[in-house]
């Protein structure tokens, strides 16, 4: 049985979105502008397709189709997961930033308790330390407040607020 079996195909789409929106809460953690916001977005899509090559010993991170072989293909798997994000944004009536951060919060708490449910806790640690590491390459694309992309602040007050709610809805250990 596939790593995909272990999970409802409900369950499936589900942990399928979370990287993005976790991706796409970061970018709305700060306010970096318009250059920062295509930096932080661009980002955010590049660390979802890199996932299967940066966590290539987890099973559940690399089923999930992460292994663009061109671009072409790799733009296509960015468009349909952007369309699921934004259903799942407008499902949840998101209208603003706090509501987006709240929701993934939650999705985050979801899915660490699907990954549980489905006695893969193992693979949920790198599934995890990847949506962090999602947070992280946002957080670091774009400096906030500063003018015309100089100054400012690489990983803002706001970005490492949510990354400690990320690290605590996961059940991750606090960064000390």
């Known amino acids: ?70 671009m072409e293909e790799a733009r296509s798997t960015a468009k349909a997961q952007r369309e699921k994000v934004m259903g799942r944004m407008k499902e949840c009536e998101i209208k603003s930033s706090e509501d987006m951060r709240a929701m993934v919060l939650d999705d985050c708490r979801k899915a660490s308790y699907i990954i549980g449910e489905a006695g893969e806790d193992a693979l949920g640690v790198g599934f995890k330390e990847w949506l962090l590491s999602i947070a992280d390459k946002v957080a670091n694309a774009a400096s906030e407040g500063g003018f015309l992309g100089f100054g400012g602040t690489r990983y803002s007050e706001e970005e490492q607020k949510f990354t400690a709610q990320l690290r605590e809805a996961l059940g991750m250990d606090p960064v000390v």
Do not use: H, R, Y
């Open 1 to 70: 049985m596939g790593i995909k079996e272990k999970f409802s195909a409900e369950d499936w789409e589900f942990l399928c979105t979370t990287p993005l929106l976790v991706g796409s809460s970061m970018s709305m953690a700060g306010s970096s502008g318009i250059m920062g916001t295509m930096k932080e977005a661009l980002a955010s899509t590049q660390a979802f397709l890199s996932g299967a090559e940066d966590f290539p010993d987890n099973e559940l991170v690399s089923a999930m189709g992460l292994k663009p072989t061109n």
